[in-house]
């Protein structure tokens, strides 16, 4: 009987340090290159090291249907051949690099090829966006923010306990882990000022957030029920969101985010599988009033994923935790945000992202944004060294790193990275 890649006693070969990411048990996608093979080509995180799933395909050791599939330089070709052929994949990574199983173990000249120290690979874009979603689904955030702009008899709207809240985002300006990000430019109209100015932003902010990667279409004009939505899902990344907050606050009447939000996301290189998360499955919070029907959901949808942010201000030897949360928090799930994105017809497709919203909890050190960690400026953070930021300054660099907790081994998604440069 084959054992399943979830299976909390598997051990790998390769040496794997409890506390790291890439355990096993996980076995995350990526985009690699190296400088002696500068090809961008599909690999699976192992420890301190990328298998590269073309170089297996190459020797036959991994058969997905039609050769060539992890050649390419991202995961979109691989996620639309199904939820089966993901499933059947991952259980023969799995079984390829397990410490009883000798195929890829003894094979002195394949390891050789195929096994790539992490630090020699250089990670790209997981896959290509075809469409960027951000919602709005932690009460906690929501909350927060309404209180501050709304006060605290008005900090819902009414529509907010009824449906999952979005807007479509930009998914030319994804980008991956390590990439950095100019401080925008846009309109800005304090309170206390009678006409707008343009300029740099003076209040960039991050959003600490989990992505879905949407590994199926849906067809336009249909609906999903929640167990075709749960199968569309292919994986999860780390996600932020970066905001320009008064920017934001000055055009978002009546539509919405648009520029204070578009000019970029940033994604970790790891795609972790929906089916490497399932031990790790539990019910969200009660959600009162009760969903309509389509939104209704039969079994546990969220997850027990750790989140801890850190920022290392410009000039600062280290870098210091400013949060640290649970993407189980989330009022609306992944699942029923895609349920919502497809109710009215809309087309979904492979290499979708559906931000999740910035993720807080209910105690002060579990916000997930500068907004509500500094209280809109009100309550600047205290970093080592004297230092105190309300907001993002040029050279500031921030981490995000997400896991989930098993017995003796973590499925985790490595850390998303930016720095702020200087508007042009």
């Not at 070969?13 to 080509?41: E, H, M």
């Not at 996600?239 to 009447?253: F, K, P, T």
């Not at 929906?274 to 031990?279: F, M, V, Y």
Request: charge should be negative; glycine fraction near 10%; aromatic fraction near 8%.
């Amino acid at each position: 009987m084959t054992t399943h890649p979830n299976d909390p006693s598997l051990r790998s070969f390769i040496d794997v340090d409890p506390a790291s990411d890439f355990s096993i048990q996980n076995l995350p996608y990526g985009v690699f290159s190296t400088a002696a093979n500068p090809t961008p080509r599909v690999g699976v995180a192992i420890g301190s090291y990328v298998l590269d799933l073309w170089e297996i395909e190459q020797d036959s050791r991994l058969d997905v249907g039609p050769l060539g599939v992890f050649s390419t330089p991202s995961l979109n070709a691989f996620m639309a051949l199904g939820p089966k052929v993901w499933a059947k994949t991952r259980a023969r990574i799995s079984e390829l690099l397990r410490h009883d199983h000798p195929e890829l173990r003894d094979n002195e000249e394949l390891r050789k090829q195929a096994l790539v120290p992490m630090r020699d690979a250089k990670l790209h874009l997981p896959f290509a966006v075809s469409g960027y979603t951000d919602f709005y689904s932690s009460k906690e955030h929501a909350t927060n923010v309404g209180v501050m702009f709304r006060g605290k008899d008005n900090a819902l709207q009414p529509n907010w306990l009824h449906m999952p809240i979005a807007y479509n985002g930009r998914a030319s300006t994804v980008v991956v882990s390590g990439t950095k990000v100019k401080r925008p430019r846009g309109q800005l109209k304090p309170p206390n000022v009678e006409a707008p100015s343009f300029g740099p932003c003076k209040r960039l902010d991050f959003e600490l957030e989990m992505g879905v990667v949407v590994g199926q279409p849906s067809a336009m004009g249909g609906m999903l029920t929640e167990q075709q939505a749960e199968e569309m899902i292919f994986g999860f990344v780390l996600l932020n969101d970066w905001s320009a907050r008064d920017i934001q606050q000055w055009e978002y009447v009546p539509l919405g985010p648009f520029l204070a939000k578009a000019f970029a996301t940033s994604i970790s290189p790891w795609v972790v599988t929906r089916e490497a998360l399932e031990p790790f499955r539990l019910s969200g919070p009660a959600q009162e009033p009760v969903p309509l029907d389509y939104l209704k959901q039969g079994k546990p949808q969220n997850y027990d994923l750790e989140l801890d942010v850190s920022l290392r201000a410009a000039g600062a030897n280290a870098p210091a935790g400013i949060s640290r949360t649970n993407f189980k928090y989330m009022y609306w799930s992944s699942v029923q945000q895609l349920m919502h994105h497809a109710s009215s017809g809309c087309a979904m497709n492979v290499g979708d992202l559906l931000g999740s919203g910035t993720i807080s909890g209910p105690e002060k050190n579990q916000r997930g944004s500068l907004l509500e960690i500094s209280w809109n400026g009100t309550e600047p953070v205290e970093l080592p060294g004297g230092i105190k930021r309300s907001f993002l300054e040029d050279g500031d660099s921030l981490v995000m790193r997400g896991w989930c907790q098993g017995q003796g081994y973590r499925v985790g998604f490595g850390e998303v990275e930016g720095t702020i440069l200087a508007a042009e």
